[in-house]
């Protein structure tokens, strides 16, 4: 009951900053060290013998391993219940699994690029002001991603939507990893860097040898297709994503700091929807307390070992 109060509180703490815009997570290492805080209360508290870290949160079972423990089995026959092939389940991604690539987040960017401030490189008012600089960090976003390669937790995906009749990919990752992976019905939330579109009139452009100096026969220059700061998300995407989310008998959330709205709002909708909820994060967030599991631990080494224990669950 101690360690209820402990974790209820900060949590709660935590959760209620609730934020707006994209690919910013500046309040995040905040709330991140307020949580691992709070682990470390609750490690005190909770650690008899083999079973580490068990608390109760608001009378929902939250289990959380560490990394050592993750190769046996880690699914309970609560979260196997009912769970069957044509099972929807859906994939709730964010920059974790893109930095497990070695893609940095927006808020580590690294040496040139730190110092400007995100909105100056990610904003409808920033390519006004600024068009070649916004080009330029995107095209250098390009490189980057081009030069990384998918993880095996994104290939991990792919045997997922082959166990599964229909399992969806919603990703808030704009680097396009996901599809280099073989992961097919992705939903990118936050669009993709691959993609360019007129800044004025929105109508989808190609750029050559992919740099973005292309104009629209509108007069509009080329941008990136993502969403920025300031601007909403894709109507129909979005739409597309709570239709999944509200209609999945399994729902991960993977590398999402849950925060950033409205996206960070879909685990939540889920559980509320009835799915079971697991979450894949190395570190805790708002949504661990109310996730059916929450694993701290890489995408890359935990969703091989969930996709052998439900592939297995399910031959039965
Ligand atoms: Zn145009």
Partial sequence: MVAQFFFGDLLTTGSGKLRTGIESNDQEENQQSAHEE??????????????????????????????????????????????????????????????????????????????????????????????????????????????????????????????FQHAVVITQNVDGLHARAGNREIIELHGNLHRFKCFRCGQPLSAPCGEAAVSCQCGGPGRPDVVWFGENLDPGQLQAALDATHHCGLFFSIGTSSQVYPAAQLPLEAKRAGARVIEINPHLTPMSAMADLTIQAAAGETLPTLYREIHEALAV
């Fill in 38 to 163: 709070a682990f470390r209360i609750g490690d005190e508290i909770t650690h008899k013998g083999p079973i580490l870290h068990i608390c109760i949160h608001l009378s929902t079972a939250f289990i959380s391993r560490p990394r050592r423990y993750i190769e046996s089995m880690i699914l309970t026959p609560e979260i196997l219940a009912g769970l069957r092939r044509d099972t929807l389940v859906v994939f709730f991604t964010g920059a974790g699994i893109s930095a497990e690539s070695g893609l940095s987040t927006f808020r580590d960017v690294d040496g040139y690029w730190a110092r400007y401030d995100p909105t100056q490189l990610a904003s409808p008012d920033g390519f006004r002001r600024d068009p070649e600089l916004v080009l330029s960090w995107y095209a250098h976003r390009r490189e980057s991603a081009l030069n990384a390669q998918p993880n095996a937790g994104h290939k991990s995906i792919s045997d997922f939507q082959k166990l």
